[in-house]
């Protein structure tokens, strides 16, 4: 981003700005609504309009994106701040906390080298380096002694549920037989609800039926709506429980004729995300027209070990199961088109023109996501308000403008992109001259945000978007991410 001519700079102006960012950092100790971290990165933009000069203020901006989950935008803000000001070991913190949040734990750990290089009294740069040192550590051993993807056997196949023991005292929820009932699901969210366990016994056999039925599915799964009939689309839920215990309490629970699609991101941030998998993957087992799930860019491992869901599914379940897991999102289709009209996806849409459906139907989605392509786009692009291309706000994948999506929706004769992946204040955006509309579903996103959730209900055979809001619920006193490696939660 060029600075200000020196002609035009206001260095006393541009302070004002910096305080008046400053003083809106203070309202996020209390509400840290998304649209504050906006408002304090148009302020910080403005500062540096006037003085680009100013290492504080890059750095500062870098801070409202991280917070946003903007990574990309993070790192090249504290990047400038350390081009301006090579000393100013807060622009090094900055980009090295950005790329943590991004799994690039190599290039972490050598901003935070450079943090305790500069600061070497500081015990707070000292244990930061310790720990990212662990973490690159960890990460080189699991590399080496991790097994060629052609050479690795499934998880699944080692193991049998029909073999685990169900003890005499449990009481909770169990399943009669290899059904999955609608009384057994009823049961187990009333059980989590209350905090309570379901058996690893019934557990994986959920986790094993669920990946026996997405294997079969297509990468691109047609859904078909007869007249008459509806279809709920959900966005992130972000392991809030309870706050799809209210989607359901709102909507009704999934059925043959109440079908929905949770479109991805089910797990991570939230501290509840083994209750919402288990009872996603138990409404799929029971019927599988009635719930259609989609890959979201966190149904992966690097996201998974940073953001919680590792550490909660070894803390709820067992080491085996994380494992499991990993498996069972490889085999998550990518897209969904509804009545051959709304295109349905995680992200967004793409780095080049003309990719047609075919294309996407063809990608081979049984793998951990690549950091280029179309698998990569489908998982971790953003709508843009300008028109053509630019790079990702997240450091990952791209933003793409209305006449992107206009002209992919032309080409596959297609009428409406829905997608998720991104916070709204209002659970929802209508984007791109109505031709686009992002839903998110988690409420309160992470305890902090302030926003709504939100769900949208298409009606055939008009499939007009009936979309619905919903404010977050309470939930026991579990703070988001508790799961997480402490380290991680530092930056979180």
């Not at 901003?111 to 740069?125: E, G, T």
């Not at 990212?132 to 550590?137: P, Q």
């Not at 489908?378 to 990952?396: C, E």
């Amino acid at each position: 981003m060029p600075t200000m001519d020196p002609a035009n700079s206001n260095p006393s102006r541009a302070e004002e700005l910096k305080v008046l960012a400053n003083e809106a950092f203070k309202v996020f100790s209390w509400i840290r609504e998304a649209h504050k971290f906006a408002q304090a990165i148009d302020l910080y933009t403005q500062a540096i309009d006037l003085n680009g000069d100013n290492a504080v203020y890059w750095a500062n901006r870098a801070f409202a994106h991280t917070k946003l989950e903007e990574y990309g935008s993070a790192i090249i803000d504290a990047t400038k701040a350390v081009e301006i000001d090579p000393k100013y070991s807060k622009g090094y913190y900055r980009r090295g906390a950005a790329y943590l949040a991004m799994a690039k734990f190599k290039e972490a750990l050598k901003d935070f080298q450079q943090v305790k290089k500069l600061c070497p009294n500081d015990p707070d740069a000292s244990k930061k380096l310790k720990e990212c040192e662990k973490a690159v550590m960890k990460l080189k051993f699991e590399e080496a002694i991790s097994v060629p993807e052609s050479q690795r056997r499934s998880v699944a196949d080692s193991v049998d549920y029909t073999t685990i023991v169900v003890e005499p005292e449990y009481a909770g929820a169990r399943i009669e037989g290899d059904v999955v009932t609608l009384d057994f699901v009823k049961k187990m969210m009333d059980d989590f609800k209350n905090q309570k366990s379901l058996h690893r016994r019934y557990a994986l056999q959920i986790v094993l039926q669920t990946r026996e039925m997405l294997r079969s599915l297509p990468t691109l799964v047609d859904v078909n709506v007869p007249d008459g009939k509806h279809f709920t689309v959900c966005g992130d839920v972000h392991g809030q429980f309870y706050d799809l215990l209210n989607i359901f309490e709102l909507n009704g629970f999934p059925s043959e004729d109440n079908p929905y699609l949770f479109n991805g991101d089910f797990v991570d941030r939230g501290s509840f995300s083994v209750e919402v998998i288990l009872t996603l993957f138990a409404f799929k087992c029971m019927c599988p027209t009635a719930m259609y799930l989609a890959r979201g860019n966190h149904e992966s491992k690097s996201m998974n070990k940073i953001y919680g869901f590792e550490g909660e599914v070894r803390s709820k379940l067992s080491e085996i199961f994380v494992e499991l897991f990993a498996e069972v999102f490889c085999c998550l289709p990518l897209a969904h088109v509804i009545n051959n009209k709304i295109f349905v996806v995680h992200g967004g849409l793409f780095s080049v023109d003309g990719v047609k459906l075919s294309e996407i139907s063809a990608i081979d989605r049984f793998r951990e996501p690549p950091e280029e392509g179309l698998m990569c786009e489908l998982l971790w692009s953003d709508p843009q308000p300008q028109l053509g291309r630019g790079p990702s706000k997240r450091g990952v994948g791209l933003s793409f403008g209305a006449d992107v999506t206009k002209k992919f929706l032309k080409e596959n004769n297609l009428d409406l992109v829905v997608r998720s992946h991104e916070v709204k204040d209002e659970g929802y955006e209508i984007e791109h001259d109505g031709k686009l509309i992002t839903v998110f579903s988690a409420p309160n996103y992470c305890d902090q945000m302030g926003n709504k959730g939100a769900f949208i209900r298409f009606e055939a055979p008009s499939l007009k978007p009936n979309i619905v809001t919903f404010s977050a619920v309470p939930h026991p006193d579990v703070k988001p991410m508790a799961y997480a490696n402490n380290f991680f939660r530092m930056f979180s």
